[in-house]
């Protein structure tokens, strides 16, 4: 699947100031920093999620990313992303990977969930054997805290610079098929 197979994505917080779908390019400008607990993340993942009919909402199907292609959808307010979902399908699963921004563009959470199937789809309907959900809580640049199906695991540095890469390269991907 997408980015070498089935891979619990990474994170990186990065701004994303004036961002809205085809409005222009991610600011390579630093941003303020965010103090967000993981409390506050997940009142605002839950405020985000219930309000998501009022966001515009920009679509992208895409391929060679993964072996049977994909989905960006965005969801943005006034100039800023406030969630992108990265939809990609192999043929031994896929994955799902929402990223959470804050009102000002900044990433703060990004969920992570991978299913994997028993057998390639091209030799029968999928058959689930397992799936996890990953989650990553970010402020002021800084992963704070990483869970998989609820249960800690490392907060490893790198895994916020990768997810910010992933999350870059979802956002062009969406803009290059809407212009300004």
Partial sequence: MRRAGITTV???????????????????????VSIMTTVTADREVASIDSTLVAFQKAEKNVTGQSAE???L??????ATFRRIDAEF???????NTSYYMTDTGLLFFVRDEVVRYEMPLANAP???????TS??????GNLLKADTNGKPIAADPKKATLLARNLADDI???????PP
């Fill in 10 to 32: 990474t994170l990186l917080v990065i701004p994303l100031s004036g961002c809205a779908p085809g409005v222009g390019p991610i600011s390579s400008v630093s941003s303020p």
């Fill in 69 to 71: 292609g994909g989905k």
């Fill in 73 to 78: 959808t965005a969801y943005s307010s006034s």
């Fill in 89 to 95: 399908y192999g043929e031994d699963g896929r994955s």
């Fill in 126 to 132: 999928p058959h689930v054997v397992s799936s996890s």
């Fill in 135 to 140: 989650r990553y809580y970010l402020s002021g």
């Fill in 172 to 178: 062009a991907q969406l803009q290059s098929s809407n």
